[in-house]
């Protein structure tokens, strides 16, 4: 005969809070008996926790409203509990006949092996008292620590202005390079064409055409005569300068082609496009080396360094990632950013970047990756294109012509410029698409969509008197 089935009775489900009530009735049956009467209070608990909050509230008036015959400085030691901000600093002594004018110094001190009330090791303060604070009655404001702002206070730059408007370009202007001889420049526009301007005159030097559609990444190398342009056509092309024609095509991408970056010190070329990757090209033998892939959507900036990480790249998934250039994989991933990531700017000196996004611009340490602090104001806009010289003057620009200017140390926005439409264009074609300094750091030229190139100088008659620094340190810094 088969076996008869033992039937399970139903398990009723019970919620969280009910649960907790049973084990809390369970544990007050075996701990407490008596449910309606609390434990009795601990004489001795009570002692310690009444001397604490006196001495916590009353010692420091005490000390210094008390005169001592000797001539050394009353020292007085109240216990910190956790909710208290002690912070170690040097030993502070002091004379009698030094502390004049003053009547209570405070300050921090590092005696670890004082003991408070309660034997605890315990961080304290010290209250210098002279010999007329007796006949004053002092608050416990006296014997708070005051902590000064830590913010670094900004460096004074000059304001900078418009100095000259060059118009030539058709369409666009979505790029721009330097020469390393820091003669020329070149930019890159939705007229499909590259042009060559004189940096002293501003002059057209060249036209070149080879492009169908927009051109959105340009590079000079510094060690050949190259030119290295890309754009939304899905080409990477590279010029020869002596001949001024095209001498190599990188094929690989499968979309439009939105950065490029030249590495400094290898023979390669970095390019980011709509299809997400990022490729790594050998200059001279147009052959892909790495497709850095990794990232969910466009990658729109990209940067390069010559020691690790040396590859960094921006995306509009609104991620940076820093790339291993030995084996073509991701080193780390910063996820500060809310919005795309449209624009990166490393420091021409310290190891340290800018990136900047639609929510914020942060700065972010080198080669780990280290938040270090948002700049201290939102454009509100989306940040198209940023720039950053030796004397740490920050440069960005919005969609909707906005150059704002930020000291690099403090994150102090000093300056806030609006482009001003060449006549003919409608307001709305205010925007800036690309932006850099020349090698010096004293010229600064964007790329705008009322098709001019605009060039900017610092006001040589600007002094801090005309032009105040109107500062003031952050209270709550974000560390997000």
């Not at 315990?122 to 702002?149: F, H, Q």
């Not at 030995?326 to 809310?338: C, D, S």
Request: net charge positive; hydrophobic share 35%; aromatic share 8%.
């Amino acid at each position: 005969m088969p076996a008869a089935t033992v039937e399970m009775e139903p398990v009723e489900p019970q919620s969280l809070k009910k649960l907790s009530f049973k084990s809390l009735k369970r544990a007050l049956d075996l701990f407490s008996p008596l449910h309606g009467y609390l434990a009795p209070p601990d004489p001795e608990s009570k002692k310690i926790r009444m001397s604490h909050k006196v001495c916590l509230e009353y010692e420091g008036i005490r000390a210094a409203t008390t005169s001592q015959p000797s001539r050394e400085a009353n020292v007085v030691q109240p216990p910190v509990t956790p909710n208290i901000l002690a912070l170690p600093g040097p030993e502070i002594s002091s004379d009698h006949q030094q502390g004049g004018a003053q009547n209570a110094l405070v300050g921090p001190s590092i005696q670890p092996k004082a003991l408070n009330d309660v034997g605890l090791p315990a961080k304290s303060t010290v209250v210098v008292s002279t010999s007329g604070s007796s006949e004053r009655n002092l608050s416990t404001s006296a014997i708070m620590e005051r902590i000064p702002s830590k913010w670094p206070r900004p460096v004074w730059h000059a304001p900078w202005k418009t100095y000259r408007v060059i118009s030539g370009h058709l369409g666009w202007v979505r790029s721009i390079a330097f020469d390393p001889s820091n003669t020329w420049f070149c930019t890159g526009s939705a007229d499909r064409t590259i042009k060559i301007w004189d940096v002293g005159s501003g002059r057209l030097k060249l036209t070149l055409t080879g492009h169908i559609e927009q051109i959105r990444g340009l590079a000079v190398s510094s060690k050949h005569t190259y030119m290295f342009s890309a754009g939304d056509d899905k080409q990477v092309k590279c010029w020869d300068l002596e001949q001024n024609k095209v001498i190599r095509s990188y094929h690989g991408h499968l979309s439009g082609v939105y950065c490029l970056a030249l590495h400094p010190t290898i023979d390669i070329l970095l390019t980011g496009g709509r299809d997400s990757v990022c490729r790594v090209w050998d200059i001279r033998s147009k052959a892909q080396i790495f497709a850095l892939s990794g990232h969910d959507n466009t990658v729109c900036s990209v940067f390069t360094r010559p020691t690790d990480p040396q590859v960094v790249t921006g995306s509009h998934d609104s991620t940076i990632k820093f790339w291993d250039l030995r084996f073509g994989k991701t080193m780390l991933t910063l996820t500060h950013h809310k919005k795309s990531v449209r624009a990166m700017a490393v420091h021409p000196k310290e190891h340290c970047f800018a990136s900047a996004s639609a929510d914020n611009i942060k700065k972010f340490n080198l080669p780990k990756g280290e938040f270090c602090h948002n700049m201290l104001s939102q454009q509100k806009t989306i940040i198209n294109a940023m720039a950053v010289n030796e004397e740490g003057v920050l440069a960005t620009g919005g969609d909707n012509g906005s150059l704002w200017f930020w000291d690099w140390k403090s994150g102090h926005n000093y300056q806030q410029a609006q482009t001003i439409v060449q006549p003919g264009s409608l307001d709305s074609e205010a925007g800036i698409y690309a932006i850099s300094y020349d090698l010096t750091g004293s010229r600064l030229i964007t790329c705008e969509a009322d098709k001019t190139i605009k060039m900017w100088r610092e006001d040589e008659n600007a002094t801090p008197e005309t032009h105040p620094l109107n500062f003031r340190p952050p209270k709550d810094i974000r560390r997000f």
